[in-house]
């Protein structure tokens, strides 16, 4: 028999649910608890705060999340004995937890993955700090998996590479509304993140295994001519 949610669980769900329809602005502490079926004195308790409320929604699913993502590239790597990972497989696995996430409507599903692109596409100054520290040892691990895998790409250049990328992740799973501008007609799937991951994977490798960009060619200025 599943156990009814507890109190601060009732409130978690709510707060998600809420941020994901109205915004994190424009949802309020008394919208929240109207929903959960609790008192104020409820979100005091467990939470003390509407933004260490915010964290607390991001934490509880981003750690299992994130702790998934390191297993999968660990049982990836290990099969591979030692040989660098193909780009795509690298990104598969890091895309792979996030389906499985968005398919468990008990993990937060969709509605989690996009409130989590629209944390990065809108970040207040408050989870400025705290994103990049859930995702910390996430992306050092697979930084260093798509540094074997793509040798020929400088340090600096790779940096360049993984911040487009994880922005492109971002963007794509916080929601469709670019594609509203850029296409006349609905897409089908556009919504579904096994949809956006078929499509976003091979357009994330072709940037990532891009030719190097040419140097930047500085123009000297001309010499002024002397009146004679």
């Known amino acids: 028999m599943e156990r009814a949610p507890d109190t601060k669980d009732r409130i978690l769900d709510a707060a998600e649910a809420l941020f994901m329809e109205r915004g994190f602005v424009a949802t ?11 008192n ?45 990972l193909a780009p795509e497989k690298i990104l598969e696995a890091f895309l792979c937890a996030s389906l499985r996430l968005s398919r468990d409507p008990l993990r937060g599903g969709a509605v ?19 994103l990049p520290e ?6 050092m691990r697979y930084k260093a998996a798509f540094a074997r895998a793509l040798p020929q790409l400088p340090e600096e250049e790779l940096v360049w590479r993984l911040h487009f990328l994880f922005g492109a992740i971002a963007y794509s799973m916080a929601g469709h509304d670019a594609l509203r501008l ?3 007609y609905s897409l089908e799937g556009s919504d579904q993140p096994e949809t956006i991951i078929r499509h976003l994977i091979p357009f994330a490798v072709g940037g990532l295994t891009a030719p190097l960009p040419r140097p930047r060619v500085v123009e000297q200025p001309r010499a002024k001519r002397k009146r004679a």
Not at 28 to 38: D, E, Q, Y
Not at 49 to 73: C, D, H, T, Y
Not at 134 to 139: A, F, G, K, L, P
């Open 28 to 38: 309020s502490l008394r919208m929240i608890t109207a929903r959960a079926g609790v």
């Open 112 to 130: 989690f993955l996009r409130l989590l692109g629209q944390a990065f596409a809108e970040p207040a100054g408050y989870m400025r700090d705290f």
């Open 40 to 84: 104020l004195a409820a979100v005091n308790y467990h939470f003390g705060s509407k933004e260490e409320l915010i964290k607390a929604v991001f934490s509880r699913r981003l750690g299992p999340l994130n702790q998934e993502r390191v297993a999968i590239l660990d049982q990836l790597e290990r099969e591979a004995q030692g040989k660098p």
């Open 134 to 139: 859930q995702y910390r040892e996430v992306v």
């Open 182 to 184: 850029i296409c006349s």
